[in-house]
């Protein structure tokens, strides 16, 4: 089973270039989210979406935009990369039927430098 | 939205039970109770969930409390592979925000 797939697994950027990070999962879960995760720290939250069409901000939005156009993929974008970018991104997905009580399957991680 | 206080490390020796605290005094009525774990250089893994009762699954034990602002994570037997860092997660039913804290690094002694 797939779950969970995150592309690029490693990305060096300069400052200021664009680049889009990918997720698909293929579980059907509708509810699929961006965090990232900076050295020793704890996990915050970037995007969410409960479904195609649907995105919201979480945490930390600021510099990162996402969009919906099929249940399968939630694609990453940062426009203009800065470091204070550099971290380790995950994306998660969960079926929409617990309604906040359903678990959350994590791709293995994309890590992120900017120069 | 509510907030989960963790200490930021523990330790255990291997086959050991390991009680990890929780507090999240702010807590709604309607919010879920989750524990996950996140092994070196791998995401975060589902641990256990609860609402109100005290829940059991094949890795672990969820604890609540009565008053439901506090919870307790228990392994009953540690082993070296449960090192890990341990988040507890509030999510509230209707939503999706799945706000991590800090977590609990769980350092297991041979």
């Known amino acids: 089973n797939a779950g969970v797939t995150q592309t690029p697994k490693f990305q060096v950027l300069k400052t200021g270039q664009s680049m889009t990070l990918q997720c698909a999962q293929d579980?059907?879960?509708?509810?699929m989210s961006w965090y990232r995760q900076d050295p020793g720290m704890g996990l915050r939250l970037i995007h969410y979406?409960?479904?195609?069409?649907?995105?919201d901000q979480g945490e930390v939005p600021n510099g990162y935009n996402v969009s919906r156009s099929t249940t399968e993929d939630f694609p990453l974008r940062l426009l203009s990369a800065a470091p204070s970018q550099t971290s380790v991104y995950f994306c998660a997905s969960s079926s929409r039927r617990g309604r906040g009580t359903g678990e959350l399957f994590f791709g293995e991680g994309s890590r992120l430098t900017v120069l | 939205d509510a907030k989960t206080t963790q200490p930021n490390s523990m330790e255990s020796n291997e086959e050991e039970p390991v009680h990890l605290p929780c507090n999240h005094s702010?807590?709604?009525?309607?919010?879920?109770i989750h524990w996950y774990r996140q092994l070196p250089s791998q995401g975060p893994e589902y641990v256990i969930h609860g609402l109100t009762s005290n829940v059991n699954n094949r890795m672990a034990s969820l604890a609540i409390a009565e008053d439901r602002k506090s919870s307790t994570l228990i392994l009953h037997r540690a082993t070296l592979r449960d090192a890990a860092v341990y988040y507890c997660?509030?999510?509230?039913?209707?939503?999706?925000?799945?706000?991590f804290g800090t977590g609990t690094r769980l350092k297991v002694l041979a």
């Open positions: 979406s409960v479904g195609a069409g649907i995105t």
């Open positions: 997660i509030l999510t509230v039913t209707g939503g999706y925000k799945y706000i």
């Open positions: 702010t807590i709604s009525g309607t919010d879920y």
């Open positions: 579980m059907n879960h509708e509810y």
